[in-house]
């Protein structure tokens, strides 16, 4: 018993470095941050500690706080860090860690806290998820395109325990524009999981990003809700896609697809006497990927 107390004791003493690390980090005390970070990956041996030790490092080097004359920098700044997480450029870790950073630094930054984009992720960042959401709200309402707006609001409400809210918005993110999404956005556990594999099946391009909707709603996994402003889009969305008449690539092909795949199954659930609209979507389905519309058809039987 007493050997197992001390094990115990002796990994809440490695976490407590961690732990320590963290809070000089958040301090500005980056040099020590890391030093505290490298003697943990030594003493643990975890390579993905000391890779997350050298990206903290790094995106710490040129961290200069009396540069930033603007809050919006940071949130340009936050952006960046967003892109070399999504091209595995940095450690889950580092990204956290880093954001949290970003978020304090913007937050503290401003008198008073406006409702734009990047006080709502900041504030998401941060927990303050009900001041989130409203920043998010009102950014959607004047950016129904805003794809981050539509990520982020989504989290939100999973973590308020509004899982229908998320699941609609998550819904409508990756039917416009898959590629933007992390796969830590995807809170729902099984929509995540297909992501995963169906890049194991396709590789990290577009193909797959463009599969996973149609695959989630094959499923019964994805929520519609009414937004008309949402759907105006989507319908400006396939009508670009139009002009492109000669589809170059896969990912091209099934990104029309899955507009019409949007549209159709929206005027189903609410505008149910616009049968037409429905019937020039899967004409054009059909076209795009036959075998693809057939089990389309399975799911939704004609003029239903």
Not at 27 to 42: K, R
Not at 61 to 69: E, K, P, R
Not at 202 to 219: C, D, I, M, Q, T
């Amino acid at each position: 018993m007493e050997k197992k107390i001390n094990q115990v004791s002796i990994w809440n003493s490695f976490d407590n470095l961690v732990e320590q690390a963290e809070n000089k980090f958040y301090a500005h005390d980056f040099d020590a941050a890391n030093n505290l970070w490298e003697e943990y990956a030594h003493i643990t041996g975890a390579a993905n500690w000391k890779q997350s030790s050298v990206d903290l490092k790094k995106l710490t080097g040129d961290f200069v706080f009396s540069d930033i004359t603007e809050p919006q920098q940071i949130f340009q700044m936050w952006k960046e860090l967003r892109r070399a997480m999504h091209a595995n450029l940095i450690t889950s870790y580092a990204y956290h860690t880093m954001q949290r950073l970003y978020a304090r630094t913007f937050l503290a930054s401003k008198e008073t806290v406006s409702f734009d984009l990047a006080t709502g992720v900041f504030c998401f960042i941060e927990t303050r998820y009900e001041k989130a959401m409203e920043n998010f709200n009102v950014v959607l309402k004047k950016e129904p395109e805003n794809m981050l707006a539509r990520i982020f609001l989504s989290k939100s409400y999973y973590m308020v325990g509004q899982e229908e809210k998320g699941m609609a918005l998550l819904s409508q993110a990756i039917f416009l524009n898959g590629e933007e999404i992390l796969p830590e956005d995807i809170v729902a556990h099984e929509v995540q999981n297909l992501y995963g594999r169906l890049r194991s099946i396709h590789g990290k391009n577009e193909v797959s990003v463009w599969l996973a909707p149609f695959e989630a709603w094959y499923r019964n996994w994805l929520i519609f809700k009414e937004d008309q402003a949402f759907f105006q889009v989507m319908q400006q969305k396939e009508r670009n896609e139009r002009i492109l008449q000669v589809k170059y690539y896969a990912s091209e092909k099934y990104r029309h697809f899955i507009r019409c795949l949007y549209i159709a199954e929206y005027v189903r659930h609410f505008l149910s006497k616009e049968k037409g609209i429905i019937w020039e979507q899967e004409a054009y389905m059909e076209k795009l990927d036959a075998n693809l519309f057939q089990r389309y058809r399975k799911k939704r039987k004609p003029n239903l």
